[in-house]
């Protein structure tokens, strides 16, 4: 008897730390991945798409605004996905430094979460 609620007491144990620490673990990751359009991703428009995207300078399609990025997600993630030498790859050639997995993933995540401003 003492045997037994000893077992049982300790897997109690097992499944309330188990439960625990996965709980904790999503709230940290749904946390840490929450995504908006004017805390990471203009940034990352302004740093990456400057000044050919962003009138008045930028002579191509503008993309300096929450609708217009919302818009061209779908297209700008596929782009700045592309092989380097590939002709739609963006940015455009030597112009800025291609994204980072990270910052790809940032823009992917926003797409994903629909799109918050």
Known sequence: MKKALTILVC??????LQN?????KASKTATAMAVSFDKDVM???????TPCH???DGRKKALNTYDAVKANI????????????????MPWK???PALSDSLI???VEWQKQNMPQ
């Open 54 to 56: 962003f009138p008045p």
């Open 43 to 49: 940034p990352i428009m302004q740093s990456r798409c």
């Open 105 to 107: 993933n940032v823009l």
């Open 20 to 24: 625990c620490g996965s709980s904790k």
């Open 74 to 89: 779908a297209d700008i993630i596929a782009r700045v996905k592309l092989p380097q030498t590939d002709n739609g790859f």
């Open 11 to 16: 897997i109690g144990c097992i499944v309330i």
């Open 94 to 96: 030597n112009k800025k």
